[in-house]
């Protein structure tokens, strides 16, 4: 059975829809950030941190290459992953890609007091988000399979996804 791939903008749902697809469809979720910081031992805050962004691309490439050997799994994917193609690429050989889509207004609302994504941690948050979503939201439209409306509950949006990848 081939995977299922969550893509979408930071806030989108990622983690709550993997959650609930999870619980419909009994298939394993793995978060590949959770999967970087259990593999590296060191939070992806951390990593930036420490070794910038390019250390923490290379580690999610070979992430998404591990990850995408597996079958029959929802892979929930970081806000920037999929915005290269080297990632696209190995997780498409045995994955469906499927972008939960959500307007930047939810985004800024659902993502104004968070402190843990570090491309956040700026004092012009919602500048770097309408940048940020103005750079990514063509890259992951061209590389979903299937586009979601992710401004619905997350039991919807995992329902629509299920429906939509039979």
Same mark, same amino acid.
């Given at each position: *059975?081939? %995977? !299922?791939?969550?893509?979408? #903008? *930071?806030?989108? +749902?990622?983690?709550?829809?993997?959650? %609930?697809?999870?619980?419909?469809? +009994? *298939?394993?979720? !793995?978060?590949?950030?959770?999967?970087?910081?259990?593999?590296?031992?060191?939070?992806?805050? @951390?990593? #930036?941190?420490?070794?910038?962004?390019?250390? #923490?691309?290379?580690?999610?490439?070979? $992430?998404?290459?591990?990850?995408?050997? @597996?079958? +029959?799994? !929802?892979? =929930?994917?970081?806000?920037?992953?999929?915005? #290269?193609?080297? %990632?696209?690429?190995?997780?498409?050989?045995?994955?469906?890609?499927?972008?939960?889509?959500?307007?930047?207004?939810?985004?800024?609302?659902?993502?104004?007091?968070?402190?843990?994504?570090?491309?956040?941690?700026?004092?012009? @948050?919602?500048?770097?988000?309408?940048?940020?979503?103005?750079?990514?939201?063509?890259?992951?439209? =061209?590389? =979903?399979?299937?586009? !979601?409306?992710?401004? %619905?509950?997350?039991?919807?949006? $995992?329902?629509?996804?299920?429906?939509?990848?039979?």
């Amino acid at each position: *059975m081939k %995977n !299922i791939i969550l893509c979408g #903008f *930071m806030g989108c +749902g990622k983690t709550t829809v993997g959650e %609930n697809l999870k619980k419909k469809s +009994g *298939m394993n979720l !793995i978060d590949t950030d959770a999967y970087i910081e259990e593999t590296e031992g060191i939070t992806i805050s @951390k990593i #930036f941190e420490k070794y910038g962004e390019s250390y #923490f691309r290379d580690l999610e490439y070979k $992430a998404c290459k591990e990850l995408s050997k @597996k079958s +029959g799994i !929802i892979i =929930s994917t970081g806000g920037g992953a999929l915005t #290269f193609q080297r %990632n696209v690429d190995v997780l498409k050989e045995n994955g469906t890609i499927v972008l939960i889509d959500v307007p930047l207004e939810v985004l800024k609302e659902r993502l104004k007091n968070d402190t843990t994504r570090p491309l956040l941690q700026r004092p012009d @948050k919602d500048e770097a988000m309408k940048e940020l979503y103005e750079k990514r939201m063509p890259l992951y439209k =061209s590389a =979903s399979d299937v586009v !979601i409306n992710g401004d %619905n509950s997350p039991l919807k949006v $995992a329902s629509d996804i299920l429906n939509a990848v039979k």
